[in-house]
């Protein structure tokens, strides 16, 4: 069993910088894909970025590539997003989440494929 809880979010300007962190418990083995996602208002839940607990496989959606980056912290045992340079359009719940499968080649985008999920962490983005 997982337990994650995102942190970081909050109300900026267009142009202000946020870091989210995603703190897991539990055990996490380096195949796992720990994900971030966001949910827009009216819209469905959308990849973000993955990467394997390992460090490796690092994967953004093709709208994401360049803007956010995806770490982790091994002994903190934490997920960051960072988030430079924010857009109106990057208001959402964002989403930490996690990918068990001991199969997956590549982060999987789709949000059912991951297994524990954080209660999520809200980014308001004003212009």
């Known amino acids: 069993q997982v337990q994650l809880v995102e942190s970081g979010g909050g109300s900026v300007q267009a142009g202000d910088s946020l870091e989210l962190s995603c703190a897991a418990s539990g055990n996490l083995f380096s195949y796992y894909f720990m994900g971030w996602f966001r949910r827009a208002p009216g819209k469905e839940r959308e990849f973000v970025a993955a990467?394997?607990?390992?460090?490796?496989?690092?994967m953004y959606a093709d709208t994401m590539k360049g803007r956010f980056t995806i770490t982790r912290d091994y002994g903190s045992k934490r997920v960051y997003l960072h988030m430079p340079s924010l857009k109106p359009e990057d208001t959402a719940v964002y989403y930490c989440?996690?990918?068990?499968?001991?199969?997956?080649?590549?982060?999987?985008?789709?949000?059912?494929?991951?297994?524990?999920w954080g209660q999520g962490t809200q980014v308001t983005v004003s212009s």
């Open positions: 989440a996690v990918d068990r499968s001991p199969d997956r080649l590549v982060a999987a985008k789709a949000p059912g494929l991951y297994d524990y």
């Open positions: 990467m394997r607990w390992s460090g490796a496989g690092t």
